[in-house]
C-alpha cells in the first residue's frame, strides 16, 4: 500500500511539471503573456564555434558617420520644378557643404580625409568623365556617407544643348555612379548653375532632384585660402548650401579652406550634413 501511495504521488508530481511546461511554452508565443524572458538557448559544445553573421569591412567605421543620417526613403515620383532648390530645410543651425566638378585623386581624397576627420557628410556632384576614371572614390565617398550627385558627363552648358544631348549628358553620369556606388544619384546640379526646362524635365524622369547654392566660395578664381574661408563664414546660416570645387584646376585653397571652416562651424553650432529627399 505505500508503494501504491509513492506511485501515486509521483505520477501527480510529473502531471504537475507537464502542466508547467506547456504553460510556459504556451506564454513564449503568446504577446504580452507573461513577464518573463524567453530562456536562453544552451551554450555551444566545447570546441564548437557560435555561428555570426560576416560583417562588411567597414562596417565599425561607417557607424559615426552614418549613425546621425537620414533614413532611406523609398523612392517615388519627382516633382517637375521651374527652378532648383537653393536651400535645404532643417532644424536648427543645420548646413550642407557640396564640391562641384570631381573626383579629382590630387585633391577628393584631402577633401574626404577632412570631412571624415570631423565626422561630417556632404555632397558631391560629380561629371562622368572624371568619375569614369575614379570609380575608386566614388565608392569611397559612397561608403563613407556621403551624397554622389549628377553633375553632367562633361560639364557643357546645358542651355545650348538639344533635349537628347542633356539627356545623354545625365544618364552616362548616372550609370557611372550607379556602376561604382550601387544606387543612382538622386540630386543633379546644372554646369554653370544654367538650368532650363528640359534640365528640370529629364532630371525629374530620371528621379533627380535640382540643387544650386546658397553660397559661393568662387574658389575657381583661385581667391586665396582665406578669401574661401571668410565667404563661407559670412554666408553660414540655416538651410544654407555652400557651393567648392574639388576638381577643374588646382584646388589645394579649397582643401586647406575647408580644414579651417569646417571645426569653426562645427564649434559655433552648426549641424553640417545632407538633405533628405521629399518624394511625393
Same mark, same amino acid.
Given at each position: 500500500?505505500?508503494?501504491? &501511495?509513492?506511485?501515486?504521488?509521483?505520477?501527480?508530481?510529473?502531471?504537475? *511539471? $507537464?502542466?508547467?511546461?506547456?504553460?510556459?511554452?504556451?506564454?513564449?508565443?503568446?504577446?504580452?503573456?507573461?513577464? &518573463?524572458?524567453?530562456?536562453?538557448?544552451?551554450?555551444? *559544445?566545447?570546441? *564548437?564555434?557560435?555561428?555570426?553573421?560576416?560583417?562588411?569591412?567597414?562596417?565599425?567605421?561607417?557607424?559615426?558617420?552614418?549613425?546621425?543620417?537620414?533614413?532611406?526613403?523609398?523612392?517615388?515620383? /519627382?516633382?517637375?520644378?521651374?527652378?532648383?532648390?537653393?536651400?535645404?530645410?532643417?532644424?536648427?543651425? /543645420?548646413?550642407?557643404?557640396?564640391?562641384?566638378? #570631381?573626383?579629382?585623386?590630387?585633391?577628393?581624397?584631402?577633401?574626404?580625409? /577632412?570631412?571624415?576627420?570631423?565626422?561630417?557628410?556632404?555632397?558631391?556632384?560629380?561629371?562622368?568623365?572624371?568619375?569614369?576614371?575614379?570609380?575608386?572614390?566614388?565608392?569611397?565617398?559612397?561608403?563613407?556617407? &556621403?551624397?554622389?550627385?549628377?553633375?553632367?558627363?562633361?560639364?557643357?552648358?546645358?542651355?545650348?544643348?538639344?533635349?537628347?544631348?542633356?539627356?545623354?549628358?545625365?544618364?552616362?553620369?548616372?550609370?557611372? $555612379?550607379?556602376?561604382?556606388?550601387?544606387?543612382?544619384?538622386?540630386?543633379?546640379?546644372?554646369?554653370?548653375?544654367?538650368?532650363?526646362?528640359?534640365?528640370?524635365?529629364? #532630371?525629374?524622369?530620371?528621379?533627380?532632384?535640382?540643387? *544650386?547654392?546658397?553660397?559661393?566660395?568662387?574658389?575657381?578664381?583661385?581667391?586665396?585660402?582665406?578669401?574661401?574661408?571668410?565667404?563661407?563664414?559670412?554666408?553660414?546660416?540655416?538651410?544654407?548650401?555652400?557651393?567648392?570645387?574639388?576638381?577643374?584646376?588646382?584646388?589645394?585653397?579649397?582643401?586647406?579652406?575647408?580644414?579651417?571652416?569646417?571645426?569653426?562651424?562645427?564649434?559655433?553650432?552648426? &549641424?553640417?550634413?545632407?538633405?533628405?529627399?521629399?518624394?511625393?
Amino acid at each position: 500500500m505505500q508503494k501504491d &501511495h509513492l506511485l501515486t504521488r509521483r505520477r501527480v508530481l510529473l502531471a504537475g *511539471a $507537464v502542466s508547467l511546461g506547456a504553460a510556459g511554452v504556451a506564454a513564449a508565443f503568446v504577446p504580452g503573456a507573461g513577464n &518573463h524572458a524567453a530562456p536562453t538557448p544552451p551554450p555551444p *559544445a566545447a570546441g *564548437a564555434r557560435a555561428a555570426r553573421r560576416p560583417l562588411r569591412p567597414s562596417e565599425y567605421r561607417l557607424r559615426p558617420l552614418t549613425g546621425y543620417g537620414p533614413p532611406h526613403t523609398p523612392r517615388g515620383r /519627382t516633382p517637375v520644378r521651374r527652378e532648383p532648390l537653393l536651400s535645404v530645410p532643417g532644424h536648427g543651425r /543645420t548646413m550642407v557643404l557640396s564640391f562641384d566638378d #570631381g573626383p579629382d585623386p590630387r585633391y577628393t581624397p584631402h577633401i574626404l580625409d /577632412t570631412l571624415a576627420r570631423y565626422e561630417v557628410r556632404a555632397m558631391f556632384f560629380v561629371c562622368g568623365g572624371m568619375a569614369a576614371y575614379n570609380r575608386d572614390l566614388l565608392a569611397r565617398m559612397a561608403d563613407e556617407g &556621403h551624397v554622389v550627385g549628377n553633375h553632367t558627363w562633361s560639364h557643357p552648358l546645358l542651355t545650348r544643348l538639344r533635349r537628347a544631348r542633356i539627356r545623354s549628358e545625365m544618364e552616362r553620369t548616372s550609370d557611372i $555612379v550607379e556602376q561604382a556606388c550601387g544606387e543612382r544619384p538622386e540630386w543633379f546640379r546644372a554646369p554653370y548653375g544654367a538650368w532650363n526646362r528640359a534640365a528640370f524635365q529629364l #532630371g525629374a524622369e530620371l528621379g533627380m532632384e535640382p540643387l *544650386a547654392w546658397t553660397v559661393d566660395t568662387l574658389d575657381w578664381t583661385e581667391p586665396g585660402t582665406r578669401t574661401i574661408v571668410e565667404r563661407v563664414e559670412e554666408g553660414a546660416a540655416p538651410g544654407a548650401v555652400v557651393l567648392s570645387h574639388d576638381a577643374g584646376g588646382d584646388r589645394s585653397q579649397s582643401v586647406r579652406a575647408l580644414r579651417a571652416y569646417l571645426p569653426e562651424l562645427l564649434d559655433s553650432g552648426y &549641424h553640417v550634413t545632407v538633405p533628405r529627399r521629399q518624394y511625393v
